[in-house]
């Protein structure tokens, strides 16, 4: 428990209790050593001992592993004291101890005598989240604002050719009124790639008349980001601008704000018909089909208006190695 020692070489496993060990937290190969220098920069009142030093060089190499905040500096000073206090009673400093669920709400326990409610909880919230770097099985998903704990989004399997063409098809089985609000979600989902809140707020000042019978779609997402998507399948272009022309500036969808894409689905259930109009694979499978054409990624982003495109790819295709050299030579960029 002597002196402490300088250099980063991994320490042995300390005992923690009876018949166990835990070895020390060593940060991950791509740590942004930029970003722990500037975390470490700050002036942190621990003194100028060894146990100061390492507590705070061990607070931003943990914290560096948590997103990019404005308090950034702010955390890590908290972070430091936790561990210096920790080291204080056990002569080193050891992050896997000290960001034990226990031992933090002990510390935060101790800060209450002399700390506002505001600040606990504050306080509580930054050792949670170095807390999940060190020892994630241990500590709860983050909560969002609203206290609902994120949702992890799954991949929603691409609907095939032959159900879109079977979901065209019950839409000419149907009734009139059921038939022209599927062929809207229909045609702006397989035509534009649309969500379903932008298919909901879908008007008819939405479509865009380019001439010569084409036409392209305003959809505006969740965030009031616009983009403009070509409509090039004449039939349904031509059913978007007949609507344009009936519904002007009001929703193509009538009813229930929460339910109009939703209420599709349950009256084609009603008429006897067991398909599903699934707009997250509807997109999906239009998305599969941009990215078919010869078309730019930054094209595809700007098109499809999305970051993450493993939720719709799912697995990597097993591509032959002829295959990509052929594509990769029809590029012409070497």
Not at 68 to 91: E, I, K, M, T
Not at 163 to 171: C, G, H
Not at 238 to 243: G, I, K, S, T, V
Not at 247 to 271: C, F, K
Request: some cysteine; aromatic content about 4%.
């Amino acid at each position: 428990m002597g002196r402490h020692r300088k250099d980063r070489s991994p320490r042995q496993p300390q005992a923690v209790g009876a018949g166990s060990t835990r070895v020390c937290w060593e940060p991950p190969i791509g740590v942004d050593h930029q970003r722990v220098a500037m975390l470490r920069g700050g002036r942190l009142q621990l003194g100028e001992g060894p146990l100061a030093v390492e507590a705070i060089e061990v607070a931003a190499s943990v914290w560096a592993c948590v997103p990019a905040r404005p308090s950034d500096r702010q955390s890590v000073a908290l972070l430091a004291h936790c561990l210096f206090d920790d080291a204080a009673v056990h002569g080193h400093v050891d992050v896997s101890r000290a960001l034990m669920p226990d031992n933090t709400a002990r510390w935060l326990g101790q800060r209450a005598e002399y700390e506002t409610i505001g600040s606990v909880r504050r306080d509580r919230s930054i050792l949670r989240a170095a807390g999940r770097v060190v020892h994630p099985r241990q500590y709860a998903p983050p909560r969002s604002r609203h206290g609902q704990i994120p949702v992890q989004m799954r991949s929603v399997a691409a609907a095939t050719d032959k159900e879109v063409r079977r979901l065209y098809a019950i839409a000419r089985l149907v009734s009139e009124g059921l038939a022209r609000r599927m062929y809207i979600v229909l045609d702006l989902v397989t035509g534009a790639g649309a969500r379903p809140g932008e298919i909901r707020d879908f008007r008819g000042t939405d479509v865009i008349d380019c001439g010569r019978g084409r036409i392209a779609v305003r959809l505006v997402n969740q965030f009031g980001a616009v983009r403009v998507v070509p409509i090039v399948c004449e039939t349904k272009a031509q059913r978007l601008l007949q609507l344009s022309l009936q519904h002007g500036s009001a929703p193509l969808l009538t009813g229930s704000m929460r339910n109009r894409v939703n209420r599709v689905q349950e009256d084609i259930a009603r008429a006897g018909f067991t398909e599903q109009v699934n707009v997250k694979a509807l997109r999906s499978w239009w998305i599969l089909k941009v990215a078919d054409a010869p078309i730019s990624l930054t094209m595809l982003h700007s098109l499809c208006d999305t970051k993450d495109f493993r939720r719709v790819l799912g697995a990597p295709l097993a591509y032959s190695t002829g295959d990509l050299r052929a594509a990769l030579g029809s590029a012409k960029w070497q």
